[in-house]
């Protein structure tokens, strides 16, 4: 279990530094770029990938199932919030699915699963 803990706080800094050090690279452009994006998503992609290494595939099919969840409950949120208040909440511009959600943020939702797995571990659920 301490391996586990050691492990899940280090995912979590990672990706956190991963964040900061895209927000650094990325900070004086005004548009979407590619490069940017890699930058962001590819420090909290490894560590997944490292953590499936260490701790076997159910840490993968979390990602993976984050990922579904994640990117399903979004579009279902926005859909409903701009059926009743016929507003939209937020509006993605690119590889947008009806402007509720976007193909891009499909990494967020997994890596914010595995890094809630984590946290709900350290503070013993």
Avoid: Q
Avoid at 35 to 61: H, N, W
Avoid at 68 to 80: H, N, P
Wanted: proline residues 2%.
């Amino acid at each position: 279990m301490d391996k586990l803990i050691f492990w899940g706080v280090l995912f979590i800094f990672i990706d956190l530094a991963g964040f900061y050090f895209a927000y650094l690279y990325g900070r004086k452009t005004k548009e979407f770029r590619w490069r940017e994006y890699i930058a962001i998503t590819i420090f909290p992609i490894i560590g997944v990938l490292v953590l499936t290494y260490l701790f076997g595939a159910k840490v993968f099919a979390l990602f993976i199932a984050s990922c579904i969840v994640g990117f399903s409950l979004e579009y279902i949120l926005g859909l409903a919030y701009h059926k009743t208040l016929n507003k939209k909440l937020w509006e993605y511009k690119r590889l947008s699915i009806n402007g509720y959600t976007s193909l891009l943020s499909i990494p967020f939702w997994g890596v914010g699963g595995v890094a809630f797995w984590f946290l709900g571990k350290l503070i013993g659920l």
